[in-house]
């Protein structure tokens, strides 16, 4: 198969979809791998590394784009992206199609083929997810610290205290890898934490991890009023696979907050947990304030940390793509019902339940749509 790669386009997405050790797993196994020239750049992967790994390189994304079979990417295809798309293009990647209907569309009325890293699953957790879950998580307390300094516009204080000065309060709705991970860093600096879910299970879990560092409450909106009203710093960890993020977090409560807390949605990616976060920011300029609280909704908060981010996530993505390219797609989803449950547009229909539901519109089983003679409309 030939694999493209292009140069991530994003703000401030400095992450690539492949390295250099990754091109020798795919050319190993006989697949061709294009890459942009550049592409690995930010992530410390110079072109020649690429080249002695097996790669070719390509001076233009349009030509990256239309040689591969699959493209293998790290954040959804932005809209000057849509002109590359082609019946039969199969695309590997982070989608988040819940709130991004116009992708859906685009991806649908052009016949390709869209596996989403987010959905893909093995059984227990979300594999694909997993790896920038736990980056986010810790980032979210480390720039929440940073926004709650009064020089960077926060209400001025240090999360840890010191001696005879009270602790700052993080709440973090949704314990899940974000929530965990966003966690251990408020523990270890000291903080005083509150994890708020909805499952019994995971918040004996926590229970079992953190023991009295952290409290625990049940999600419902009483507890949620609570854990807002008294953190100095809210994060947002809740997902439900697919789905676009439930609004558990009212303007009422951010009203609640004290001038200078500082909310991070890391929920963002799939629409946010708080009602009134309005806009998905970037890296260049991450925060907004309203009703005296300073809001944090970057939906690629991995991309700041690259060098970190890229080995994490191509650790797990690249055995996938093995998959894909050594059976080919229908073989490959066959084979692995994980994988299977990755795919998210086929054939022009929608085949994950979760999405089809919040895109609204009918969910086809991934057999139908990829047995299924694609039309374009
Ligand atoms: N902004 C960014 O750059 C990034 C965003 N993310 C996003 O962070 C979000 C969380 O991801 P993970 O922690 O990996 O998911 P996860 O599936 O590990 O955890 C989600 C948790 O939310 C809980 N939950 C579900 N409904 C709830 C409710 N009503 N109240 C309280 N808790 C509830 C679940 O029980 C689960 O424990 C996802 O949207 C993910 O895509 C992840 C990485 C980077
Ligand atoms: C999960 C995701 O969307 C990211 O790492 O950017």
């Not at 930010?42 to 390189?57: I, K």
């Not at 699959?70 to 295809?77: A, F, L, N, S, T």
């Not at 439900?240 to 951010?254: F, H, N, R, S, W």
């Not at 309203?290 to 650790?315: E, I």
């Amino acid at each position: 198969m030939i694999i493209g790669i292009p140069k991530e386009i994003k703000n401030n997405e400095n992450r690539v979809a492949i390295t250099p050790a990754g091109v020798v797993s795919l050319v190993k196994e006989g697949h061709r791998v294009l890459v942009e020239a550049g592409a690995g750049l930010g992530s410390g992967f110079r072109d020649e590394e690429y080249e002695q790994a097996g790669a070719a390189l390509v001076r233009d994304a349009a030509e990256v784009w239309s040689a591969a079979e699959m493209i293998m990417k790290v954040k959804e295809p932005l809209e000057k992206e849509y002109a590359y798309f082609r019946p039969g293009l199969l695309l590997f990647t982070y989608l988040h199609l819940a709130p991004e209907p116009a992708l859906a569309a685009a991806l649908q009325q052009k016949g390709v083929a869209a596996v989403a890293y987010e959905t893909v699953t093995d059984g227990r957790s979300l594999p694909l997810l997993t790896p920038m879950s736990e980056v986010a998580g810790r980032m979210a307390v480390q720039l929440g610290a940073q926004f709650l300094q009064r020089n960077h516009g926060g209400q001025g204080i240090l999360l840890s205290g010191v001696p005879g000065v009270s602790r700052g309060k993080v709440s973090i709705i949704g314990g899940g890898v974000v929530g965990t991970n966003a966690a251990k860093l408020a523990v270890g600096l000291g903080a005083d934490v509150t994890i708020v879910d909805v499952s019994a299970d995971r918040l004996r879990q926590l229970d079992d991890i953190f023991g009295t560092q952290i409290h625990t409450l049940m999600s419902n909106p009483f507890n949620i009023a609570r854990a807002v009203a008294e953190a100095d710093l809210l994060i947002g960890a809740v997902l439900i696979p697919g789905a676009k993020a439930p609004k558990l977090v009212t303007e009422e409560m951010v009203r609640s907050m004290k001038s200078g807390s500082v909310i991070v949605d890391v929920a963002i990616d799939q629409g946010g947990i708080v009602e009134t976060i309005d806009r998905v920011t970037t890296h260049d300029h991450p925060v907004f304030e309203k009703h005296g609280v300073l809001h944090y909704s970057v939906a690629n908060m991995p991309g700041a940390v690259p060098k970190t981010s890229t080995l994490a996530l191509t650790n797990v993505t690249v055995p996938y793509a093995l998959q894909i390219a050594n059976k080919g797609l229908a073989a490959a989803l066959r084979e692995n019902s994980g994988l299977r449950d990755g795919l998210n547009i086929a054939g022009g229909a929608v085949t994950c339940e979760a999405v089809a539901k919040a895109l609204g519109q009918p969910y086809v089983l991934a057999e139908e749509a990829l047995s299924r003679t694609f039309v374009a409309r």
